[in-house]
């Protein structure tokens, strides 16, 4: 079978002179623009944008509508084909739903998502999300890594390092750290059911704000970062709640590496009103 070549030429355009298509049926969450701008501010551009040339000499997009907003002052690298309307609309319709019916060989994103590197925190997020969507089996080894450092032949080793911890992370050896355990701070403070309310305003009943309680957005990016320093079997512990103590509950995940991200719900002892907190524990 012929397979004909519909592209007229390679072209660098001002990503402004691009039209959007009227048609186009894909949007843009929040998190995907956060992606790609560190995906382009990292990498930059390394895949083409797709057009046509509309009969008065003006150039209306076929895939790509969303880095053409991100860079819009931006000479950006477009493909213009030579389609029809109808050709087009086939495009349009079919470009992004033919790439999502691949598959994923688990093994293998692992192992490539180990290698990355990324200050990006939306890449992060997105690549700790594609560690949950595809998680490895039971059987599946883990992703190679650089052998870790010999032991020191004698005594106990002790290493204080000071600093952000994902920035340390990222200086560790692979697969050097044989345990993890780790109480990362969150929104409120503890309440052990005994302290009490210090300053504010004294009328208010102290009631917490809507969405106190969410886990902090490092903490998939930790789990991702820290599982490549980890030896494997190795055990990472996170304190996930601390009020009141009785109940103080915690997640421990072991370096098989099967990926996979708790959904929490932590406790705050924060006032959304007057914003006091509450101090001593009684």
Not at 70 to 79: A, I
Not at 226 to 240: S, Y
């Amino acid at each position: 079978m012929l397979i004909r070549d519909r592209i007229r030429e390679l072209r660098r355009i001002q990503a402004s002179q691009l039209r959007p298509n009227a048609k186009n049926w894909r949007t843009h969450p929040p998190e995907q623009q956060d992606a790609l701008r560190g995906i382009l501010a990292e990498v930059g551009y390394a895949d083409a944008l797709v057009a046509r040339e509309l009969p008065d000499g003006t150039f209306e997009l076929i895939d790509g509508h969303l880095r053409a907003e991100t860079t819009p002052d931006q000479l950006v690298p477009v493909l213009l084909l030579d389609v029809t309307d109808a050709e087009a609309n086939k495009l349009l319709v079919s470009l992004d739903p033919l790439a999502s019916l691949a598959e994923a060989d688990a093994a293998k994103l692992h192992a490539l998502i180990a290698e990355i590197d990324t200050d990006s925190e939306a890449l992060n997020k997105m690549l700790a999300d594609l560690e949950i969507d595809n998680p490895l089996d039971d059987d599946e080894e883990p992703p190679a890594a650089e052998p870790a450092p010999p032991p020191p032949e004698r005594g106990t080793h002790w290493d204080i390092r000071h600093g952000d911890v994902l920035e340390v992370l990222r200086t560790l050896p692979a697969e050097s750290v044989h345990c993890v355990v780790t109480s990362p701070p969150y929104w409120g403070l503890r309440d052990y059911g005994t302290g009490t309310w210090e300053g504010g305003d004294p009328e208010c009943d102290h009631k917490r704000p809507d969405g106190q309680g969410k886990p902090r957005p490092e903490l998939p990016t930790l789990h991702r970062v820290g599982q490549n320093v980890m030896r494997p079997f190795t055990r990472l512990g996170i304190t996930v709640r601390a009020a009141p103590a009785a109940s103080t509950s915690s997640w421990a995940w072991s370096r098989r590496p099967r990926s996979t991200w708790p959904r929490w719900s932590m406790c705050s002892a924060m006032c959304g009103a007057c914003c006091v907190r509450m101090g001593r524990a009684g």
